[in-house]
């Protein structure tokens, strides 16, 4: 007789175990319950936790341990960046050339390093958030933060990386060139660090449309 898997209590993931029995609070009469009960609707089942059950054979917890994981695992990349900007910054102030810079000049140094610290604050905002909420069973809501979080720093990041390039080619090549520099910069740090993945996002939701049959939900990721 095959064995069907256990799966935890208030599972709420779609498809079926083996043997075509439905699995633990797959019936949309329970989500409806759970629901008018006042059941936090993040921690719910959808379609992304059902095709995940599904194709992965995960379950919603499941599915956001790994999503949170991946999100530490790029924040990683961006925190790197972050910091030895930052260190450059901090030790630029106490250069004997400092002194000589134009009011310009010093003003885009504060706007770097305040865009500078406040990307690192928002990068490594979802470890304390993540202490701060542990055991009060709110991954789902971790998850849906920590991506927030990260995209706001990356955004920051973006700024500081481009508002420090201005200050150091307006040292070199003067305020002219510096400013049309520095808009190429940040067109294309824009480009391919949010232009391209909502492309895809758009026109991979444009076809899931189209070849969607009808009444079907979204498969997605």
């Known amino acids: 007789m095959p064995k069907t898997r256990q799966l935890p209590p208030g599972h709420v993931g779609g498809g079926a175990v083996a043997g075509g029995r439905p699995r633990p609070g797959s019936a949309p009469g329970v989500r409806a319950a759970r629901r008018a009960v006042g059941h936090c609707r ?118 500081a990386l481009v508002s420090a390039l201005l200050l150091i080619l307006d040292v070199v090549t003067g305020l002219g060139p510096a400013l049309l520099l520095a808009g190429g910069a940040l067109g294309w740090f824009v480009t391919w660090w949010f232009v391209l993945p909502v492309w895809s996002r758009v026109r991979h939701q444009a076809l899931s449309r189209a070849v969607r049959p009808p009444g079907r939900g979204r498969r997605q990721r």
């Open 42 to 159: 993040t921690c719910t089942s959808n379609d992304h936790d059902e095709w995940n059950s599904d194709e992965r054979g995960e379950t919603p917890l499941q599915r956001a341990d790994r999503a949170y994981g991946e999100i530490l695992q790029e924040v990683r990349v961006a925190q790197t960046g972050v910091q030895i900007l930052f260190a450059f910054l901090l030790t630029l102030a106490f250069t004997s050339r400092f002194a000589s810079v134009t009011p310009f000049q010093r003003g885009i140094y504060v706007v770097t390093l305040m865009l500078c610290a406040a990307a690192a604050a928002l990068l490594i905002a979802p470890a304390a958030f993540h202490r701060v909420v542990f055991r009060q069973r709110l991954k789902h809501h971790l998850v849906e933060v920590a991506n927030r979080l990260a995209l706001s720093g990356l955004a920051l990041l973006l700024l």
